[in-house]
């Protein structure tokens, strides 16, 4: 269970849900509306999947690995590095993660020919070792680098297929309908996944703030104070909900789906009143981390409406 720990599997498994469902629940009938047989094959996505997986659990070991000083102030109870997972074992395993991460990587770039795919796979372990020991002391640095990496999980699984689909078909495929319509989908999710990892990672930075100020790290809440970091994420609590609403009202395939009515009000809306709300209330370690697990269950709840998408086009 320590490993499992050390890892953070519950954000994994996550990753993998959305990984699935964007490309058999969404993407692959997108392709099917409008005539298209997809061309990655199953053992080839599930490469992805797994180099994804892969590097992100190599990203939370070397930051569990760095964090020790800081978690036994915030989380005394929740230290794995140097407890139960010795330092050099901690070590060892971002290593196996990172270089196998890598390698299928490099494979799939190879592949499919997309020399970007490459670069791609070597920077991102190396932006996830200098978060660890630099970005994330910095105000605001770091929760931008965690959320641009997350909203690029849902990215490559469309862009991996697509250049998989050029290689067949020619890049006229690229200006076609069914790519416009996958990647306006896509965006939309990435653009979901943005906004509220830079939430969840204001609500720890609040809800690890006596650890953080001791470690020297100039979060938000150290530098700004608490109150307005509070109101940060109130504020983009509410732009999340306007926009959502906006985006209901101005596409015609959601605002005509009184599936997607329900869904955004019960799934959605409220669970962001009641975020904001308790954000504004919160004064407590238990507080904050009550907040942080509601940010996590919107965020599931935004993968899962991948469920309702797929019906447009089936």
Known sequence: MAYLSLIRYKNLIIIVLLQFL???????????????????SHVRFGLLVLATVLLAA????????????IDRINKPDNVVVGREVPRRSALLLHVIFTITGVFIGLFLAYVTRKENYALMFIVI?????????????????????????????PFVVVSLEFATLARVHGNTILQSEACST?????????????????????????????GDSEAGCRTLPVEMGINYSRTVVVILSIASVTALWLILLFVPQLRTSYITWGYFFLFLTVPYIILAIRTVKAKTKRDFAFISGLSKIIMLMGILFIIVARTFFV
């Not at 978060?131 to 929760?143: D, E, I, P």
């Not at 990647?183 to 006596?210: H, P, Q, Y």
């Open 182 to 210: 996958a990647w306006f989908w896509t965006a939309g999710f990435a653009f979901f996944a943005f906004i509220s990892t830079i939430m969840r990672e204001l609500i720890k930075d609040m809800e690890d703030v006596e």
């Open 22 to 40: 964007l490309r058999y629940g969404l993407l692959i009938p997108i392709l099917g509306h409008y005539g298209v047989s997809p061309e990655l």
């Open 125 to 153: 372990p190396g932006l996830l070792w200098y978060y660890s020991t630099t970005l994330k002391k910095q105000m605001l640095v770091g929760n931008l680098t965690i959320a641009l990496l997350t909203a690029l999980v």
């Open 58 to 69: 190599s990203g939370y070991v070397i930051n569990n690995y760095f964090d020790v000083s």
